[in-house]
């Protein structure tokens, strides 16, 4: 890679250790990429609150830890504070209301070190899956470094922003040297789209933007969808959400575009660049019936526990389901858990949003979801859920068996205990 006499700098240890093990990543990982240059990054979104290795369990240094698992070395390296404004993805647990997910003690006391020293580091503890709910808002055209697939289309195709699905190392790296290789969706043309995905169908809720999103993501994978769709209004933060998390789990899609609707596909040509899709898809009753059925694996009625606000849910969605709530009971036999940015929970206590929940019974959730630590209520086997994202890995992950369908569904479900949704055509 072509380095410039900053970059150069860092990587011969000049401005520190932390830099320098930054930079010898991400000069690696851009040569993999084929990259010929890094481009200059003040936004990151990373992964730190909560890593995924087991021997996290019996380690307490932070820097030790951070050096070993995001920096890719033994030696115990010491940071200062990191370059680049930041925002943090989800944390291992709630990390007030860690009790209600019967997390252990010992795993609240390491989220405590990680919260520590974070404020030492300067990264912005957002610990939330939706930065872009609570503050990240990168604007058309600024290069970014964020994990998390859900959010990287809306950073992508929302936004206008331009990000790959950067790693829990990357993105680290990035963070500390304010770059990242100038590669993938940083790059004009690796934005235009690949393949055009027409809809017969009217998308106009969260779940037929999910539905369409599933579908997309399992016949596009890593291409560039265009959606040529019907919908009667604009899609909402929720309908984005809903076709992102959905499009990221079936497949990996990073980028796509709306015609008429996203930043960067005014028009069918501009989408495309001018150039012919490289493949039509056509989603029509058939599909949407299919990809309907791939996400209910569950058989049995009655249901332990509904699980939604997957991404976490927006203002919007909060007031929704409190609507939905209010007056009512949780059932006995089933728990409720609602997630949502701690951030825009404290706009729901302030609502009144968050009274309703939990005097029904439910409990609205922060900084966290029970998929990735795999903190389900003991004994939960069969799960509902309004996400495509829950309902893709959940099986597989906590050996549960999910019903997918709508946020009025699901809460009917919490309510009697039983689900009865249903595709309605
Ligand atoms: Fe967020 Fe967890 Fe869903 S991280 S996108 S709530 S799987």
């Not at 769709?229 to 998390?245: E, Q």
């Not at 019903?403 to 249903?422: H, L, N, P, R, V």
């Amino acid at each position: 890679m072509r380095l410039n006499n900053d970059e150069q700098a860092m990587l011969d240890g000049k401005q520190g250790p932390a830099k320098q093990k930054a930079m010898e990543l991400l000069v690696k990982y851009g040569e993999a990429l084929n990259a010929e240059s890094f481009v200059d990054t003040n936004n990151a979104h990373l992964l730190v609150g909560f890593l995924p290795y087991p021997e996290i369990v019996t380690m307490r240094d932070v820097d030790e830890m951070v050096s070993k698992f995001l920096l890719d070395t033994d030696e115990k390296i010491i940071i200062d504070r990191v370059k680049a404004f930041n925002t943090t993805h989800i944390w291992a647990i709630d990390l007030e209301r860690w009790q209600v997910m019967e997390a252990p003690e010992s795993l609240h006391e390491l989220m405590e070190l990680f919260r520590k020293y974070c404020i030492k580091t300067g990264i912005s503890i957002t610990a939330t899956c939706t930065p872009y709910q609570v503050g990240n808002i990168p604007t058309r055209g600024e290069h970014c470094a964020w994990t998390e697939s859900s959010a990287v289309p809306f950073c992508n195709a929302v936004l206008g922003a331009r990000t790959n699905t950067e790693t829990a190392h990357s993105a680290f790296a990035a963070a500390l040297t304010g770059k990242i290789p100038l590669s993938g969706l940083h790059i004009d043309e690796n934005r235009l789209g690949t393949r055009l995905v027409n809809s017969e169908i009217d998308v106009n809720s969260v779940m037929e933007w999910t539905l369409l999103g599933y579908y997309a993501g399992e016949v596009c994978q890593l291409a560039v969808p265009v959606f040529k769709t019907k919908f009667g209004r604009i899609p909402n933060i929720g309908m984005f959400k809903g076709l992102n998390s959905a499009g990221a789990s079936s497949g990996g899609i990073m980028m796509y575009h709306i015609i008429g609707v996203t930043p960067e596909a005014p028009t069918m040509e501009v989408a495309f660049g001018g150039k012919k899709p490289e493949e039509v898809l056509d989603y029509g009753k058939a599909e949407r019936r299919q990809t309907y059925e791939n996400l209910n694996s569950a058989r049995d009625e009655k249901v332990d526990l509904v699980n939604i606000g997957c991404p976490h849910y927006s203002l919007e969605q909060l007031r929704d389901v409190a609507r939905l709530l209010d007056g009512k009971k949780v059932h006995a036999s089933t728990n409720l858990w609602i997630w949502t940015a701690h951030q825009l929970k404290d706009v729901a206590d302030r609502n009144g949003y968050t009274d309703i929940i939990t005097g029904a019974g439910g409990h609205l959730l922060t900084d966290s979801c029970p998929l990735n630590t795999n903190l389900f209520p003991h004994g939960t086997k069969i799960v509902a859920t309004d996400s495509a994202k829950q309902a893709h890995y959940a099986p597989a992950i906590a050996d549960v068996d999910v019903w997918f369908g709508t946020m009025e569904e699901c809460i009917d479900c919490a309510i009697t205990g039983k689900w009865q949704g249903e595709l309605k055509t």
